[in-house]
Structure formats: structure tokens, C-alpha cells
Antibody
Framework: QLQLQESGPGLVKPSETLSLTCTVS??????????WGWIRQPPGKGLEWIGS???????YYNPSLKSRVTISVDTSKNQFSLKLTSVTAADTAVYYC?????????????????WGQGTLVTVSS | DIQMTQSPSSLSASVGDRVTITCRAS??????LAWYQQLPGKAPKLLLY???RLQSGVPSRFSGSGSGTDYTLTISSLQPEDFATYYC?????????FGQGTKVEIK
């Protein structure tokens, strides 16, 4: 059974950089059939897609966050990572990593089929 | 960007009730739609994709339908474990966006 586990600091100061890593186990991050994504959820609010990465390193980012986001992949460690710069209190959220189906056909498929448990990151001084 | 609007935002229902949640896209998305269930304090769980295809292991009381811009999630007979928040998500091209969620509460 595929497992994803987020790790990183639970508290980040305003204006600093949020850094999280997702470790994938019982499955290869180098599969051609999947992207690997980050999604966040502010307390009591809905889900916001942050960005996704393919094992080759190609990325998609949410335009609303693109200027502050970098997602990278380390296939040797079966991990992918998120960096979000210049954080404010509005970036306080539970951050999830997830596997994203990648089917490039006449009817493409890009839904999220496995999720990590999530990690709460609070932005506060 | 494609906007996803769910209705209602919340609803109250009893065990055994038939429940329907609607998701409307700001433009046609050709059935490129997934539904997720989120229990309190848990990660979302994929229920359906391609608007109507049931993810493996999901009970058959969950079903989806729709086309173009309008889609529905139906729970045929609500069970105690179904009280949760439900989200739709389009994947008709990036950026992939979610609806704002529908909370299903106990009546």
C-alpha cells in the first residue's frame, strides 16, 4: 500500500521560507503514470492546489502562488519537496502531499488518488 | 482558470436519506471531475473520478453523474460513516481547482 508522509517544521516566522518534504514509500516516485502534488487547507477552509511535479522535474504551479513556490524531486530518496517563500499568516494551513494520476490520452486524468496525512504549518512570530 | 462552485455549502440529513451534492464548473470540463470525502481531521479520500467512475474500494451507494458544466454526487442511502465534507475537483487542464466543499451533517 502506497504511503506518503509529510515532514518539516510546524512553525515558521513571517517573511521566512516554509520547507516541507514528502517521502513516498511502497511505490516508486519515478513512475511515468503519476505526478506528485502539494495541496493545502487553511483551518476551517477548503482545499487549494499548490503545485505538482513529474519525476523528470517538470512542474505545474498554481498561478496565485507561482511567484513564491518551488517544488523539487529527489528520485534517489523517493522524495519531493515544497518551498514557499515570504510566508504570512495567510499561509497557515495543513499541507498535504498527494499522488496525482497522470493519464495523457484523449480524456486526460489528473486526480489525486493517494494522500499523506497532512502536516499543520503555522506562520507566527 | 476554471472555477468550481458546489451547492449546497452544507446540509443536514438522516441515516438512510438520499443525498445529492452539485458541482458547477465555470466552463465545460468534459467529465474531468473527481469527488473526494474528507472526514474531520483526516486527509481527503478519492471517491469517484471521470465524473462517474467509482474508485476501488468505495461503496456502491456513492455515484456520480453529469456532463458539460454540471455534475452531481449522490449517496443513495446515507450511512453514519458518511457524515463528512465532500469536495469536487476538476482536472480539465491546470490549474486544477477544488470546489469550496459541502458539509453533510447529522439531522
Amino acid at each position: 500500500q502506497l504511503q506518503l508522509q509529510e515532514s518539516g517544521p510546524g512553525l515558521v516566522k513571517p517573511s521566512e521560507t516554509l520547507s516541507l518534504t514528502c517521502t513516498v514509500s511502497s511505490g516508486s516516485i519515478s513512475s511515468s503514470n503519476y505526478y506528485w502534488g502539494w495541496i493545502r487547507q487553511p483551518p476551517g477552509k477548503g482545499l487549494e492546489w499548490i503545485g505538482s511535479i513529474y519525476y523528470s522535474g517538470s512542474t505545474y504551479y498554481n498561478p496565485s502562488l507561482k511567484s513564491r513556490v518551488t517544488i523539487s524531486v529527489d528520485t534517489s530518496k523517493n522524495q519531493f519537496s515544497l518551498k514557499l517563500t515570504s510566508v504570512t499568516a495567510a499561509d497557515t494551513a495543513v499541507y498535504y502531499c498527494a499522488r496525482q494520476k497522470r493519464v495523457v490520452t484523449a480524456i486526460p486524468e489528473y486526480y489525486f488518488d493517494y494522500w499523506g496525512q497532512g502536516t499543520l504549518v503555522t506562520v507566527s512570530s | 482558470d476554471i472555477q468550481m462552485t458546489q451547492s449546497p455549502s452544507s446540509l443536514s440529513a438522516s441515516v438512510g436519506d438520499r443525498v445529492t451534492i452539485t458541482c458547477r464548473a465555470s466552463q465545460g470540463i468534459s467529465n474531468s471531475l473527481a469527488w473526494y470525502q474528507q472526514l474531520p481531521g483526516k486527509a481527503p479520500k478519492l471517491l469517484l473520478y471521470a465524473a462517474s467512475r467509482l474508485q476501488s474500494g468505495v461503496p456502491s451507494r456513492f455515484s456520480g453523474s453529469g456532463s458539460g458544466t454540471d455534475y452531481t454526487l449522490t449517496i443513495s442511502s446515507l450511512q453514519p460513516e458518511d457524515f463528512a465534507t465532500y469536495y469536487c475537483q476538476h482536472y480539465y487542464g491546470a490549474p486544477w481547482t477544488f470546489g469550496q466543499g459541502t458539509k453533510v451533517e447529522i439531522k
